[in-house]
């Protein structure tokens, strides 16, 4: 069986917050746009395992899809952000908006296994990855 990782990482935050920007929370951003966002905010260059577990994790609950290879956040992740964001600063602090909701987000092997044998094999995320580097890396 293959491994998988169920718990959120903080790349897995850094990860969407880019996909956020990239993208204006409208319309979709192609992988080489967020991970140029993700380096252009604080630096981060994101390995091809801290990609492909972020986007596993974050397509199997449901907050970004993939669509004609861009990522779209999806209109339910949307709707939750921008509520946790007008209820940031009501009761007692925490984390961020983004990293709290994420982590009220179950990961199941079966979810994870799913974007594996189905999204992934038409994204080429390996590919995509691959011409990030050629170009910028």
Same mark, same amino acid.
Request: charged share 25%.
């Given at each position: 069986m &293959?491994?998988?990782n169920l718990?959120w990482?903080e790349s897995d /935050?850094?990860?969407?917050?880019a996909l956020?920007? &990239?993208?204006?929370g409208?319309?979709? /951003? +192609?992988?080489?746009?967020v991970l140029?966002?993700?380096d252009?905010v604080?630096g ?11 986007? !596993?994790?974050?397509?199997? $609950?449901?907050? =970004? $899809?993939i669509?004609?290879n861009?990522l779209?956040?999806?209109?339910e ?7 946790? $964001? ?7 602090? &925490? /984390? ?8 009220q987000k !179950?990961? +199941?092997?079966e979810a =994870?296994?799913?974007?594996? +044998?189905? =999204?992934?094999k038409k994204?080429?995320l390996?590919?995509?990855?691959q011409?990030y580097?050629?170009q910028?890396?």
């Open positions: &293959a491994k998988y718990t990482q /935050a850094q990860l969407l917050d956020l920007l &990239a993208t204006g409208e319309g979709g /951003a +192609t992988l080489q746009d140029l966002m993700g252009a604080d981060t260059v994101y390995s091809l395992e801290e990609v492909t577990a972020g986007l !596993e994790k974050l397509i199997a $609950t449901g907050c =970004i $899809t669509q004609k861009k779209y956040l999806s209109p992740f949307l709707e939750e952000y921008e509520k946790a $964001t007008l209820d940031e600063g009501v009761g007692e602090p &925490a /984390a961020r908006p983004l990293e709290k909701l994420l982590h !179950e990961i +199941t092997v =994870i296994e799913q974007v594996r +044998t189905s =999204i992934f994204y080429k390996k590919n995509h990855y011409q580097l050629e910028f890396g």
